[in-house]
């Protein structure tokens, strides 16, 4: 029999001060050698439980805690969380943020170093994971120059160089573009299957990961439901795309991958998709004309041509590095050209008036004590009546409105950031990767608050990699690569014509089929 | 930066030539220890925002000694007490130079590396706060450009908080997932080891060995008396110079002799 | 069976009575030291006049010491992942605050030490005060004799502002912290200048004389610092009282709900 990995019994915690528990009697044994995904709402206790394994529940955070969890064996309430640092190697959302150290190779070293292992063993072992996380040419970098998927990698790399058996990874593809999370996933893949290691991941985007794994951990209001992936995917209302189809149509098991769901509808002729989006759209709102744009020598944009139109929602897509935040910024008017020109309503934009950004960080322009008040402040700042209630129904944070911004989730900070963005009533609304670590209920809050925008005869662009973000609000897409516009146009058309950059549905479907809930219209 | 000279080799030599600095006022031997502090940095500068330091040293250097001699013009005005003040700038102004040099050819990590066990943490927390301080200065950029984007301008003081919250809460935010990642690393767990520990080269030793005899050769001129450390200036009157000491002082030129693989 | 933990408190609890007083002698003794250029006259009398020139290194030794004691003691059994952390990012805003908004002797970084002292208490404000100081050090070259001596001033001003009385009422919490920050203003420069003053020994009105009494040396002291840095630390001072009636109130909630994000319990500090 397979030992036990992590086995929690009779779990409960509730966090210090706090009404209702995090974890409500959970009961979860993962064998060694598990490829296992939490998943469920925000603030449903994946996190927490993530915590619960290697000890920082309850020992970094206090609290009540109810039951007893094990990993190899150890009980995590007899040890704190660095005695349990040779079993356990846990890797935050941020990684970033994690690294105590300026050089990977030092920062490998680390982990070993407080353990107290003899530099001859630490020798080794660095150079074994250097080899294992395919790291070995950025040894000498220095963190901060590393990419995001690079340093997710790092950052593994580091938590697992003293040992551990057990890999416990926080949102480790939020921040990175579809390939970056494709590396990650298949390096989380090779440590499984060739190496014998156990890893839990607690994931939202569940069209990266649900294929990989082999089992799921659903969590709702702290209780734990765990099972095959399919099961606990259909039994949750959640997934990617293909589920989502699955679910309207009936299928049985719920396909979690594209081959799955090619399988499932072989039987199923659906023909073309209606031509033409039937979107309205007006005047020209925002244009860049053979706009270059340079920081230094390195050349972000290159005589670039774009343009967005009263009542469009623009998707403009690439991997990251391909000019997207700059386009954005020149278009906001805070980086001006080398050559060409930029025009906001026939003129040079004026940041926070004609255009306004929000930006990949939502959480950079929270500083009041409430929602509400953040609305307010950029309401005064433009001089505009102290109306913010209308801001706040049409993001859906009306709920939220005397709560302080910085207690909320991060769906529901992005969304009131837009809120208070959105409130200076510029034409042009702009909006850099708005879905990193966005839930899919904030999510829906924002395609519809997107709608309403370009309904009203104003401009959004969103520069984005969530495909799916793309296919299902987009009204044209623009896709970037090496700073040169490579495409423009129907979203049906560029999103199919793509390999990277091609939705779940035209992957199964081929050209044209866009979202689920189209594809069950017409199966209907 | 760990193929260039043992940062303790360094600290050494500032220490030792500054204290010879301390010990003397005479021009003789101060300005001998600028034209060796000059001749170090320019064969072991480390090429980056710390040569810079060595000029800023310079700039401080010379302004301390301007004042110095300026505050006399206060009072008494003669050849004696000008002389005086001016001697008394020359040292200061000499040790400035000295740590000037310092600053430009270590690496601060270095330096940090080489806390003794006890002192593990807080110098820890120095090597974090200057490997996160360039993400606090380009948050605060980030900050101003995001909030200008949304129609508030930080630069009367009244909205400076849009711009100091926001870059406080993401740095708590960092804060909280560092502690708890270095609390799941095994910070504090016990004994701790060190990966690849720079060990003192003979190149090093020399260095330091020299910086010492240096020193010692001028406090025990000081203490015992046996040179004249201090020129009389009233009456003024040209500085004597001992050759021992004017020895000992050649010894701090070793580092310039040294190939220390940097730069 | 259900168990309540209280999350471990920031740094290493300083609540024993041994320790405190240990803490409270050594501060004395090292403000003592720092004050040796107006003492030591009287007590070492005549002595001290071949020795007149060497005095001030006995000052960096001494700071030298003070610090590493104190930071020897802070330490004891470990400060913890938490309190390194917040020592990390705080020092770094410290760090980079040192350069920009330089007028004169203002110096924005003070303002960091000011509401973390206030916030998390006077052991992690001193903390903060000494890395701080050394990081900045480190980053902007300014690795100097002086620099122990800094370390501590700076430690000082941090420790001071976590005595301050908080009230039940933002506003009375905020003027102590303006009042503070003014006051600590000019006692920093003054503390500063000190470092300097003892290698003037030119007969003047404001030099040092190791002849004179303390109360003639005192008065000398004064009139070099009114003569030198009056202006400069008027600068901080004003500097320092306007940064806190501006940001003190968002910066301190800040802080305040990042020690609750990061379950301390800060009674214990």
């Known amino acids: 029999m397979t030992p036990t990995a992590i086995r929690a019994e009779g779990l409960s915690f509730t966090y210090p001060a706090s009404a209702r528990p995090a974890l409500d009697h959970v009961d979860v044994a993962l064998p060694e050698g598990s490829f296992a995904l939490a998943l469920g709402p925000t603030g449903a206790g994946k996190s927490t439980l993530l915590r619960a394994v290697n000890g920082l529940v309850p020992h970094f955070t206090g609290g009540t805690f109810t039951g007893r969890v094990h990993v190899a064996g150890r009980d995590t309430l007899a040890s704190a969380p660095r005695m349990l640092a040779d079993v356990v190697a846990f890797v935050p959302q941020d990684p970033i943020s994690s690294f105590v150290l300026d050089r990977v190779e030092d920062e490998l070293a680390y982990g070993m170093e407080n353990l107290g292992v003899d530099p001859g063993h630490m020798r080794r072992r660095v150079e074994e994971m250097l080899d294992l996380l395919d790291l070995v040419a950025l040894r000498n970098r220095s963190v901060r120059t590393l990419s995001g998927g690079e340093r997710q990698r790092v950052a593994i790399a580091a938590a697992m160089a003293a040992g551990p058996r057990i890999l416990v990874l926080d949102e480790p593809t939020s921040q990175l573009d579809p390939q970056g999370a494709e590396h990650v996933m298949a390096a989380l893949q090779r440590l499984v299957h060739d190496h014998g290691m156990t890893v839990l991941l607690a994931e939202h985007r569940l069209e990266r990961v649900a294929g990989w794994v082999d089992v799921a951990l659903g969590f709702d209001e702290g209780r734990v439901q765990v099972g095959a992936p399919a099961d606990v995917i259909r039994s949750l209302a959640v997934g990617p795309p293909v589920a989502r189809l699955g679910r309207l149509v009936g299928w049985s098991p719920v396909p979690l991958t594209v081959r799955d769901a090619r399988n499932a509808a072989q039987s199923h002729a659906i023909g073309l998709p209606a031509a033409g989006n039937g979107h309205r759209t007006g005047d020209i709102v925002g244009a860049l004309r053979g706009v270059t744009v340079a920081y230094g020598d390195a050349v972000a944009l290159r005589d670039v041509d774009f343009g967005v139109r009263e009542g469009e929602i623009v998707a403009l897509m690439g991997r990251n590095g391909a000019g997207k935040s700059t386009l954005l910024r020149a278009l906001a008017g805070v980086h001006a050209p080398a050559s060409g020109e930029v025009r906001v309503l026939g003129r040079a934009p004026r940041p926070g008036v004609d255009v306004a950004l929000c930006p990949q960080e939502p959480e950079s322009v929270l500083f009041t004590d409430s929602v509400e008040n953040e609305v307010r402040a950029t309401l005064e700042a433009r001089g505009l009546p102290d109306a913010a209630a209308p801001w706040l129904e049409r993001l859906g944070v009306v709920e939220f409105a005397s709560r302080h911004p910085r207690d909320l989730s991060a769906g529901q900070r992005l969304l009131v950031a837009t809120a208070a963005i959105a409130a200076t009533e510029a034409p042009l609304l702009l909006l850099d990767e708005p879905t990193r670590g966005l839930d899919p209920d904030a999510k829906q809050r924002l395609v519809r608050f997107l709608r309403a925008h370009a309904a009203d005869g104003r401009g959004a662009v969103i520069a984005t990699h969530d495909v799916e973000l793309a296919a299902s609000v987009a009204t044209r897409v623009v896709m970037l690569a090496g700073g040169e516009v490579i495409a423009d146009g129907d979203p049906a058309v560029v999103l199919g014509d793509s390999h990277v950059f091609a939705p779940q549905m035209t992957r199964v479907f081929g050209a044209g089929w866009l979202t689920p809930e189209q594809v069950a219209e017409a199966m209907a | ?263 | 069976m259900s168990v309540a933990l209280h999350a471990p408190a920031l740094g290493s609890p300083a609540g024993t009575r041994a320790r405190v007083t240990l803490l409270v002698l050594a501060n004395l003794v090292g403000a003592a030291a720092f004050l040796w250029p107006f003492a030591l006259p009287a007590i070492a009398g005549p002595a001290l006049e071949n020795h007149k020139m060497d005095g001030p290194w006995l000052l960096f030794a001494l700071a030298g010491i003070l610090a590493a004691l104190l930071l020897l003691e802070l330490g004891r059994g470990g400060l913890g992942p938490k309190t390194v952390a917040l020592l990390g990012v705080l020092g770094a805003a410290m760090v980079a605050l040192r350069l920009p908004g330089f007028v004169a002797g203002f110096s924005a970084m003070f303002i960091v030490v000011l509401v973390a002292g206030n916030a998390f208490g006077p052991a992690f404000g001193f903390l903060l005060g000494t890395v701080g100081t050394f990081a900045s050090g480190l980053f902007v070259g300014g690795l100097g004799p002086w620099l122990p001596f800094q370390m501590v001033a700076v430690g000082w001003v941090g420790a001071g502002a976590g005595l301050l009385p908080h009230g039940a009422r933002w506003r009375t919490r905020l003027l102590w912290l303006a009042a503070y920050g003014a006051a600590s203003g000019y006692l920093y420069g003054a503390i500063m200048n000190l470092w300097s003053w003892p290698f003037l020994v030119d007969g003047s009105a404001w030099a040092w004389d190791p002849g004179a009494s303390a109360a003639t040396n005192l008065s000398n002291y004064l009139r070099f610092y009114g003569v030198t840095s009056l202006w400069w630390d008027s600068a901080r001072a004003i500097g320092n009282v306007a940064l806190v009636l501006v940001l003190g109130k968002p910066l301190l909630a800040a802080l305040d709900r990042a020690a609750r994000r990061m379950h301390l319990d800060l009674r214990q500090v």
């Open chain 2, 1 to 263: 930066m760990r193929t260039g000279l043992h940062p303790g080799a360094w600290i050494a030599w500032a220490s030792g030539a500054g204290m010879v600095a301390f010990v003397t006022t005479d021009p003789v031997y101060l300005l001998l220890l600028w034209a060796l502090a000059w001749f170090v940095y320019a064969t072991h500068r480390v090429p980056g925002p710390e040569a810079r330091s060595f000029r800023l040293f310079l700039l401080a250097a010379l302004i301390t000694l301007g004042l110095r001699t300026g505050l006399v013009l206060l009072g008494t005005v003669n050849p004696s007490n000008v002389a005086f003040a001016f001697l008394e700038g020359l040292r200061l102004a000499t040790i400035l130079v000295v740590f000037g040099t310092f600053n430009a050819v270590t690496d601060p990590f270095g330096v940090v590396r080489l806390a003794p066990r006890r002192f593990h943490e807080p110098a820890l927390a120095a090597a974090l706060a200057l490997s996160i301080a360039p993400r606090t200065v380009a948050s605060v950029a980030n900050v101003r450009e995001a909030q200008r984007l949304r129609g508030i301008h930080v630069s009367p003081l009244r909205s400076l908080p849009a711009l100091a919250v926001p870059v406080l809460e993401a740095g708590m935010e960092q804060a909280v997932t560092l502690a708890e990642s270095m609390d799941a690393r095994g910070h504090g767990r016990g004994r701790r080891s060190r990966y690849r520990a720079q060990s003192w080269s003979r190149p090093a030793a020399a260095i330091a060995a020299s910086a010492l005899t240096a020193a010692v050769v001028f406090l025990s001129a000081s203490f015992g008396g046996w040179a004249v450390l201090h020129p009389p200036t009233s009456p003024l009157a040209w500085p004597e110079t001992e050759p021992i000491l004017l020895g000992a002082i050649a010894l701090l030129a070793l580092p310039g002799f040294v190939r220390g693989g940097q730069g």
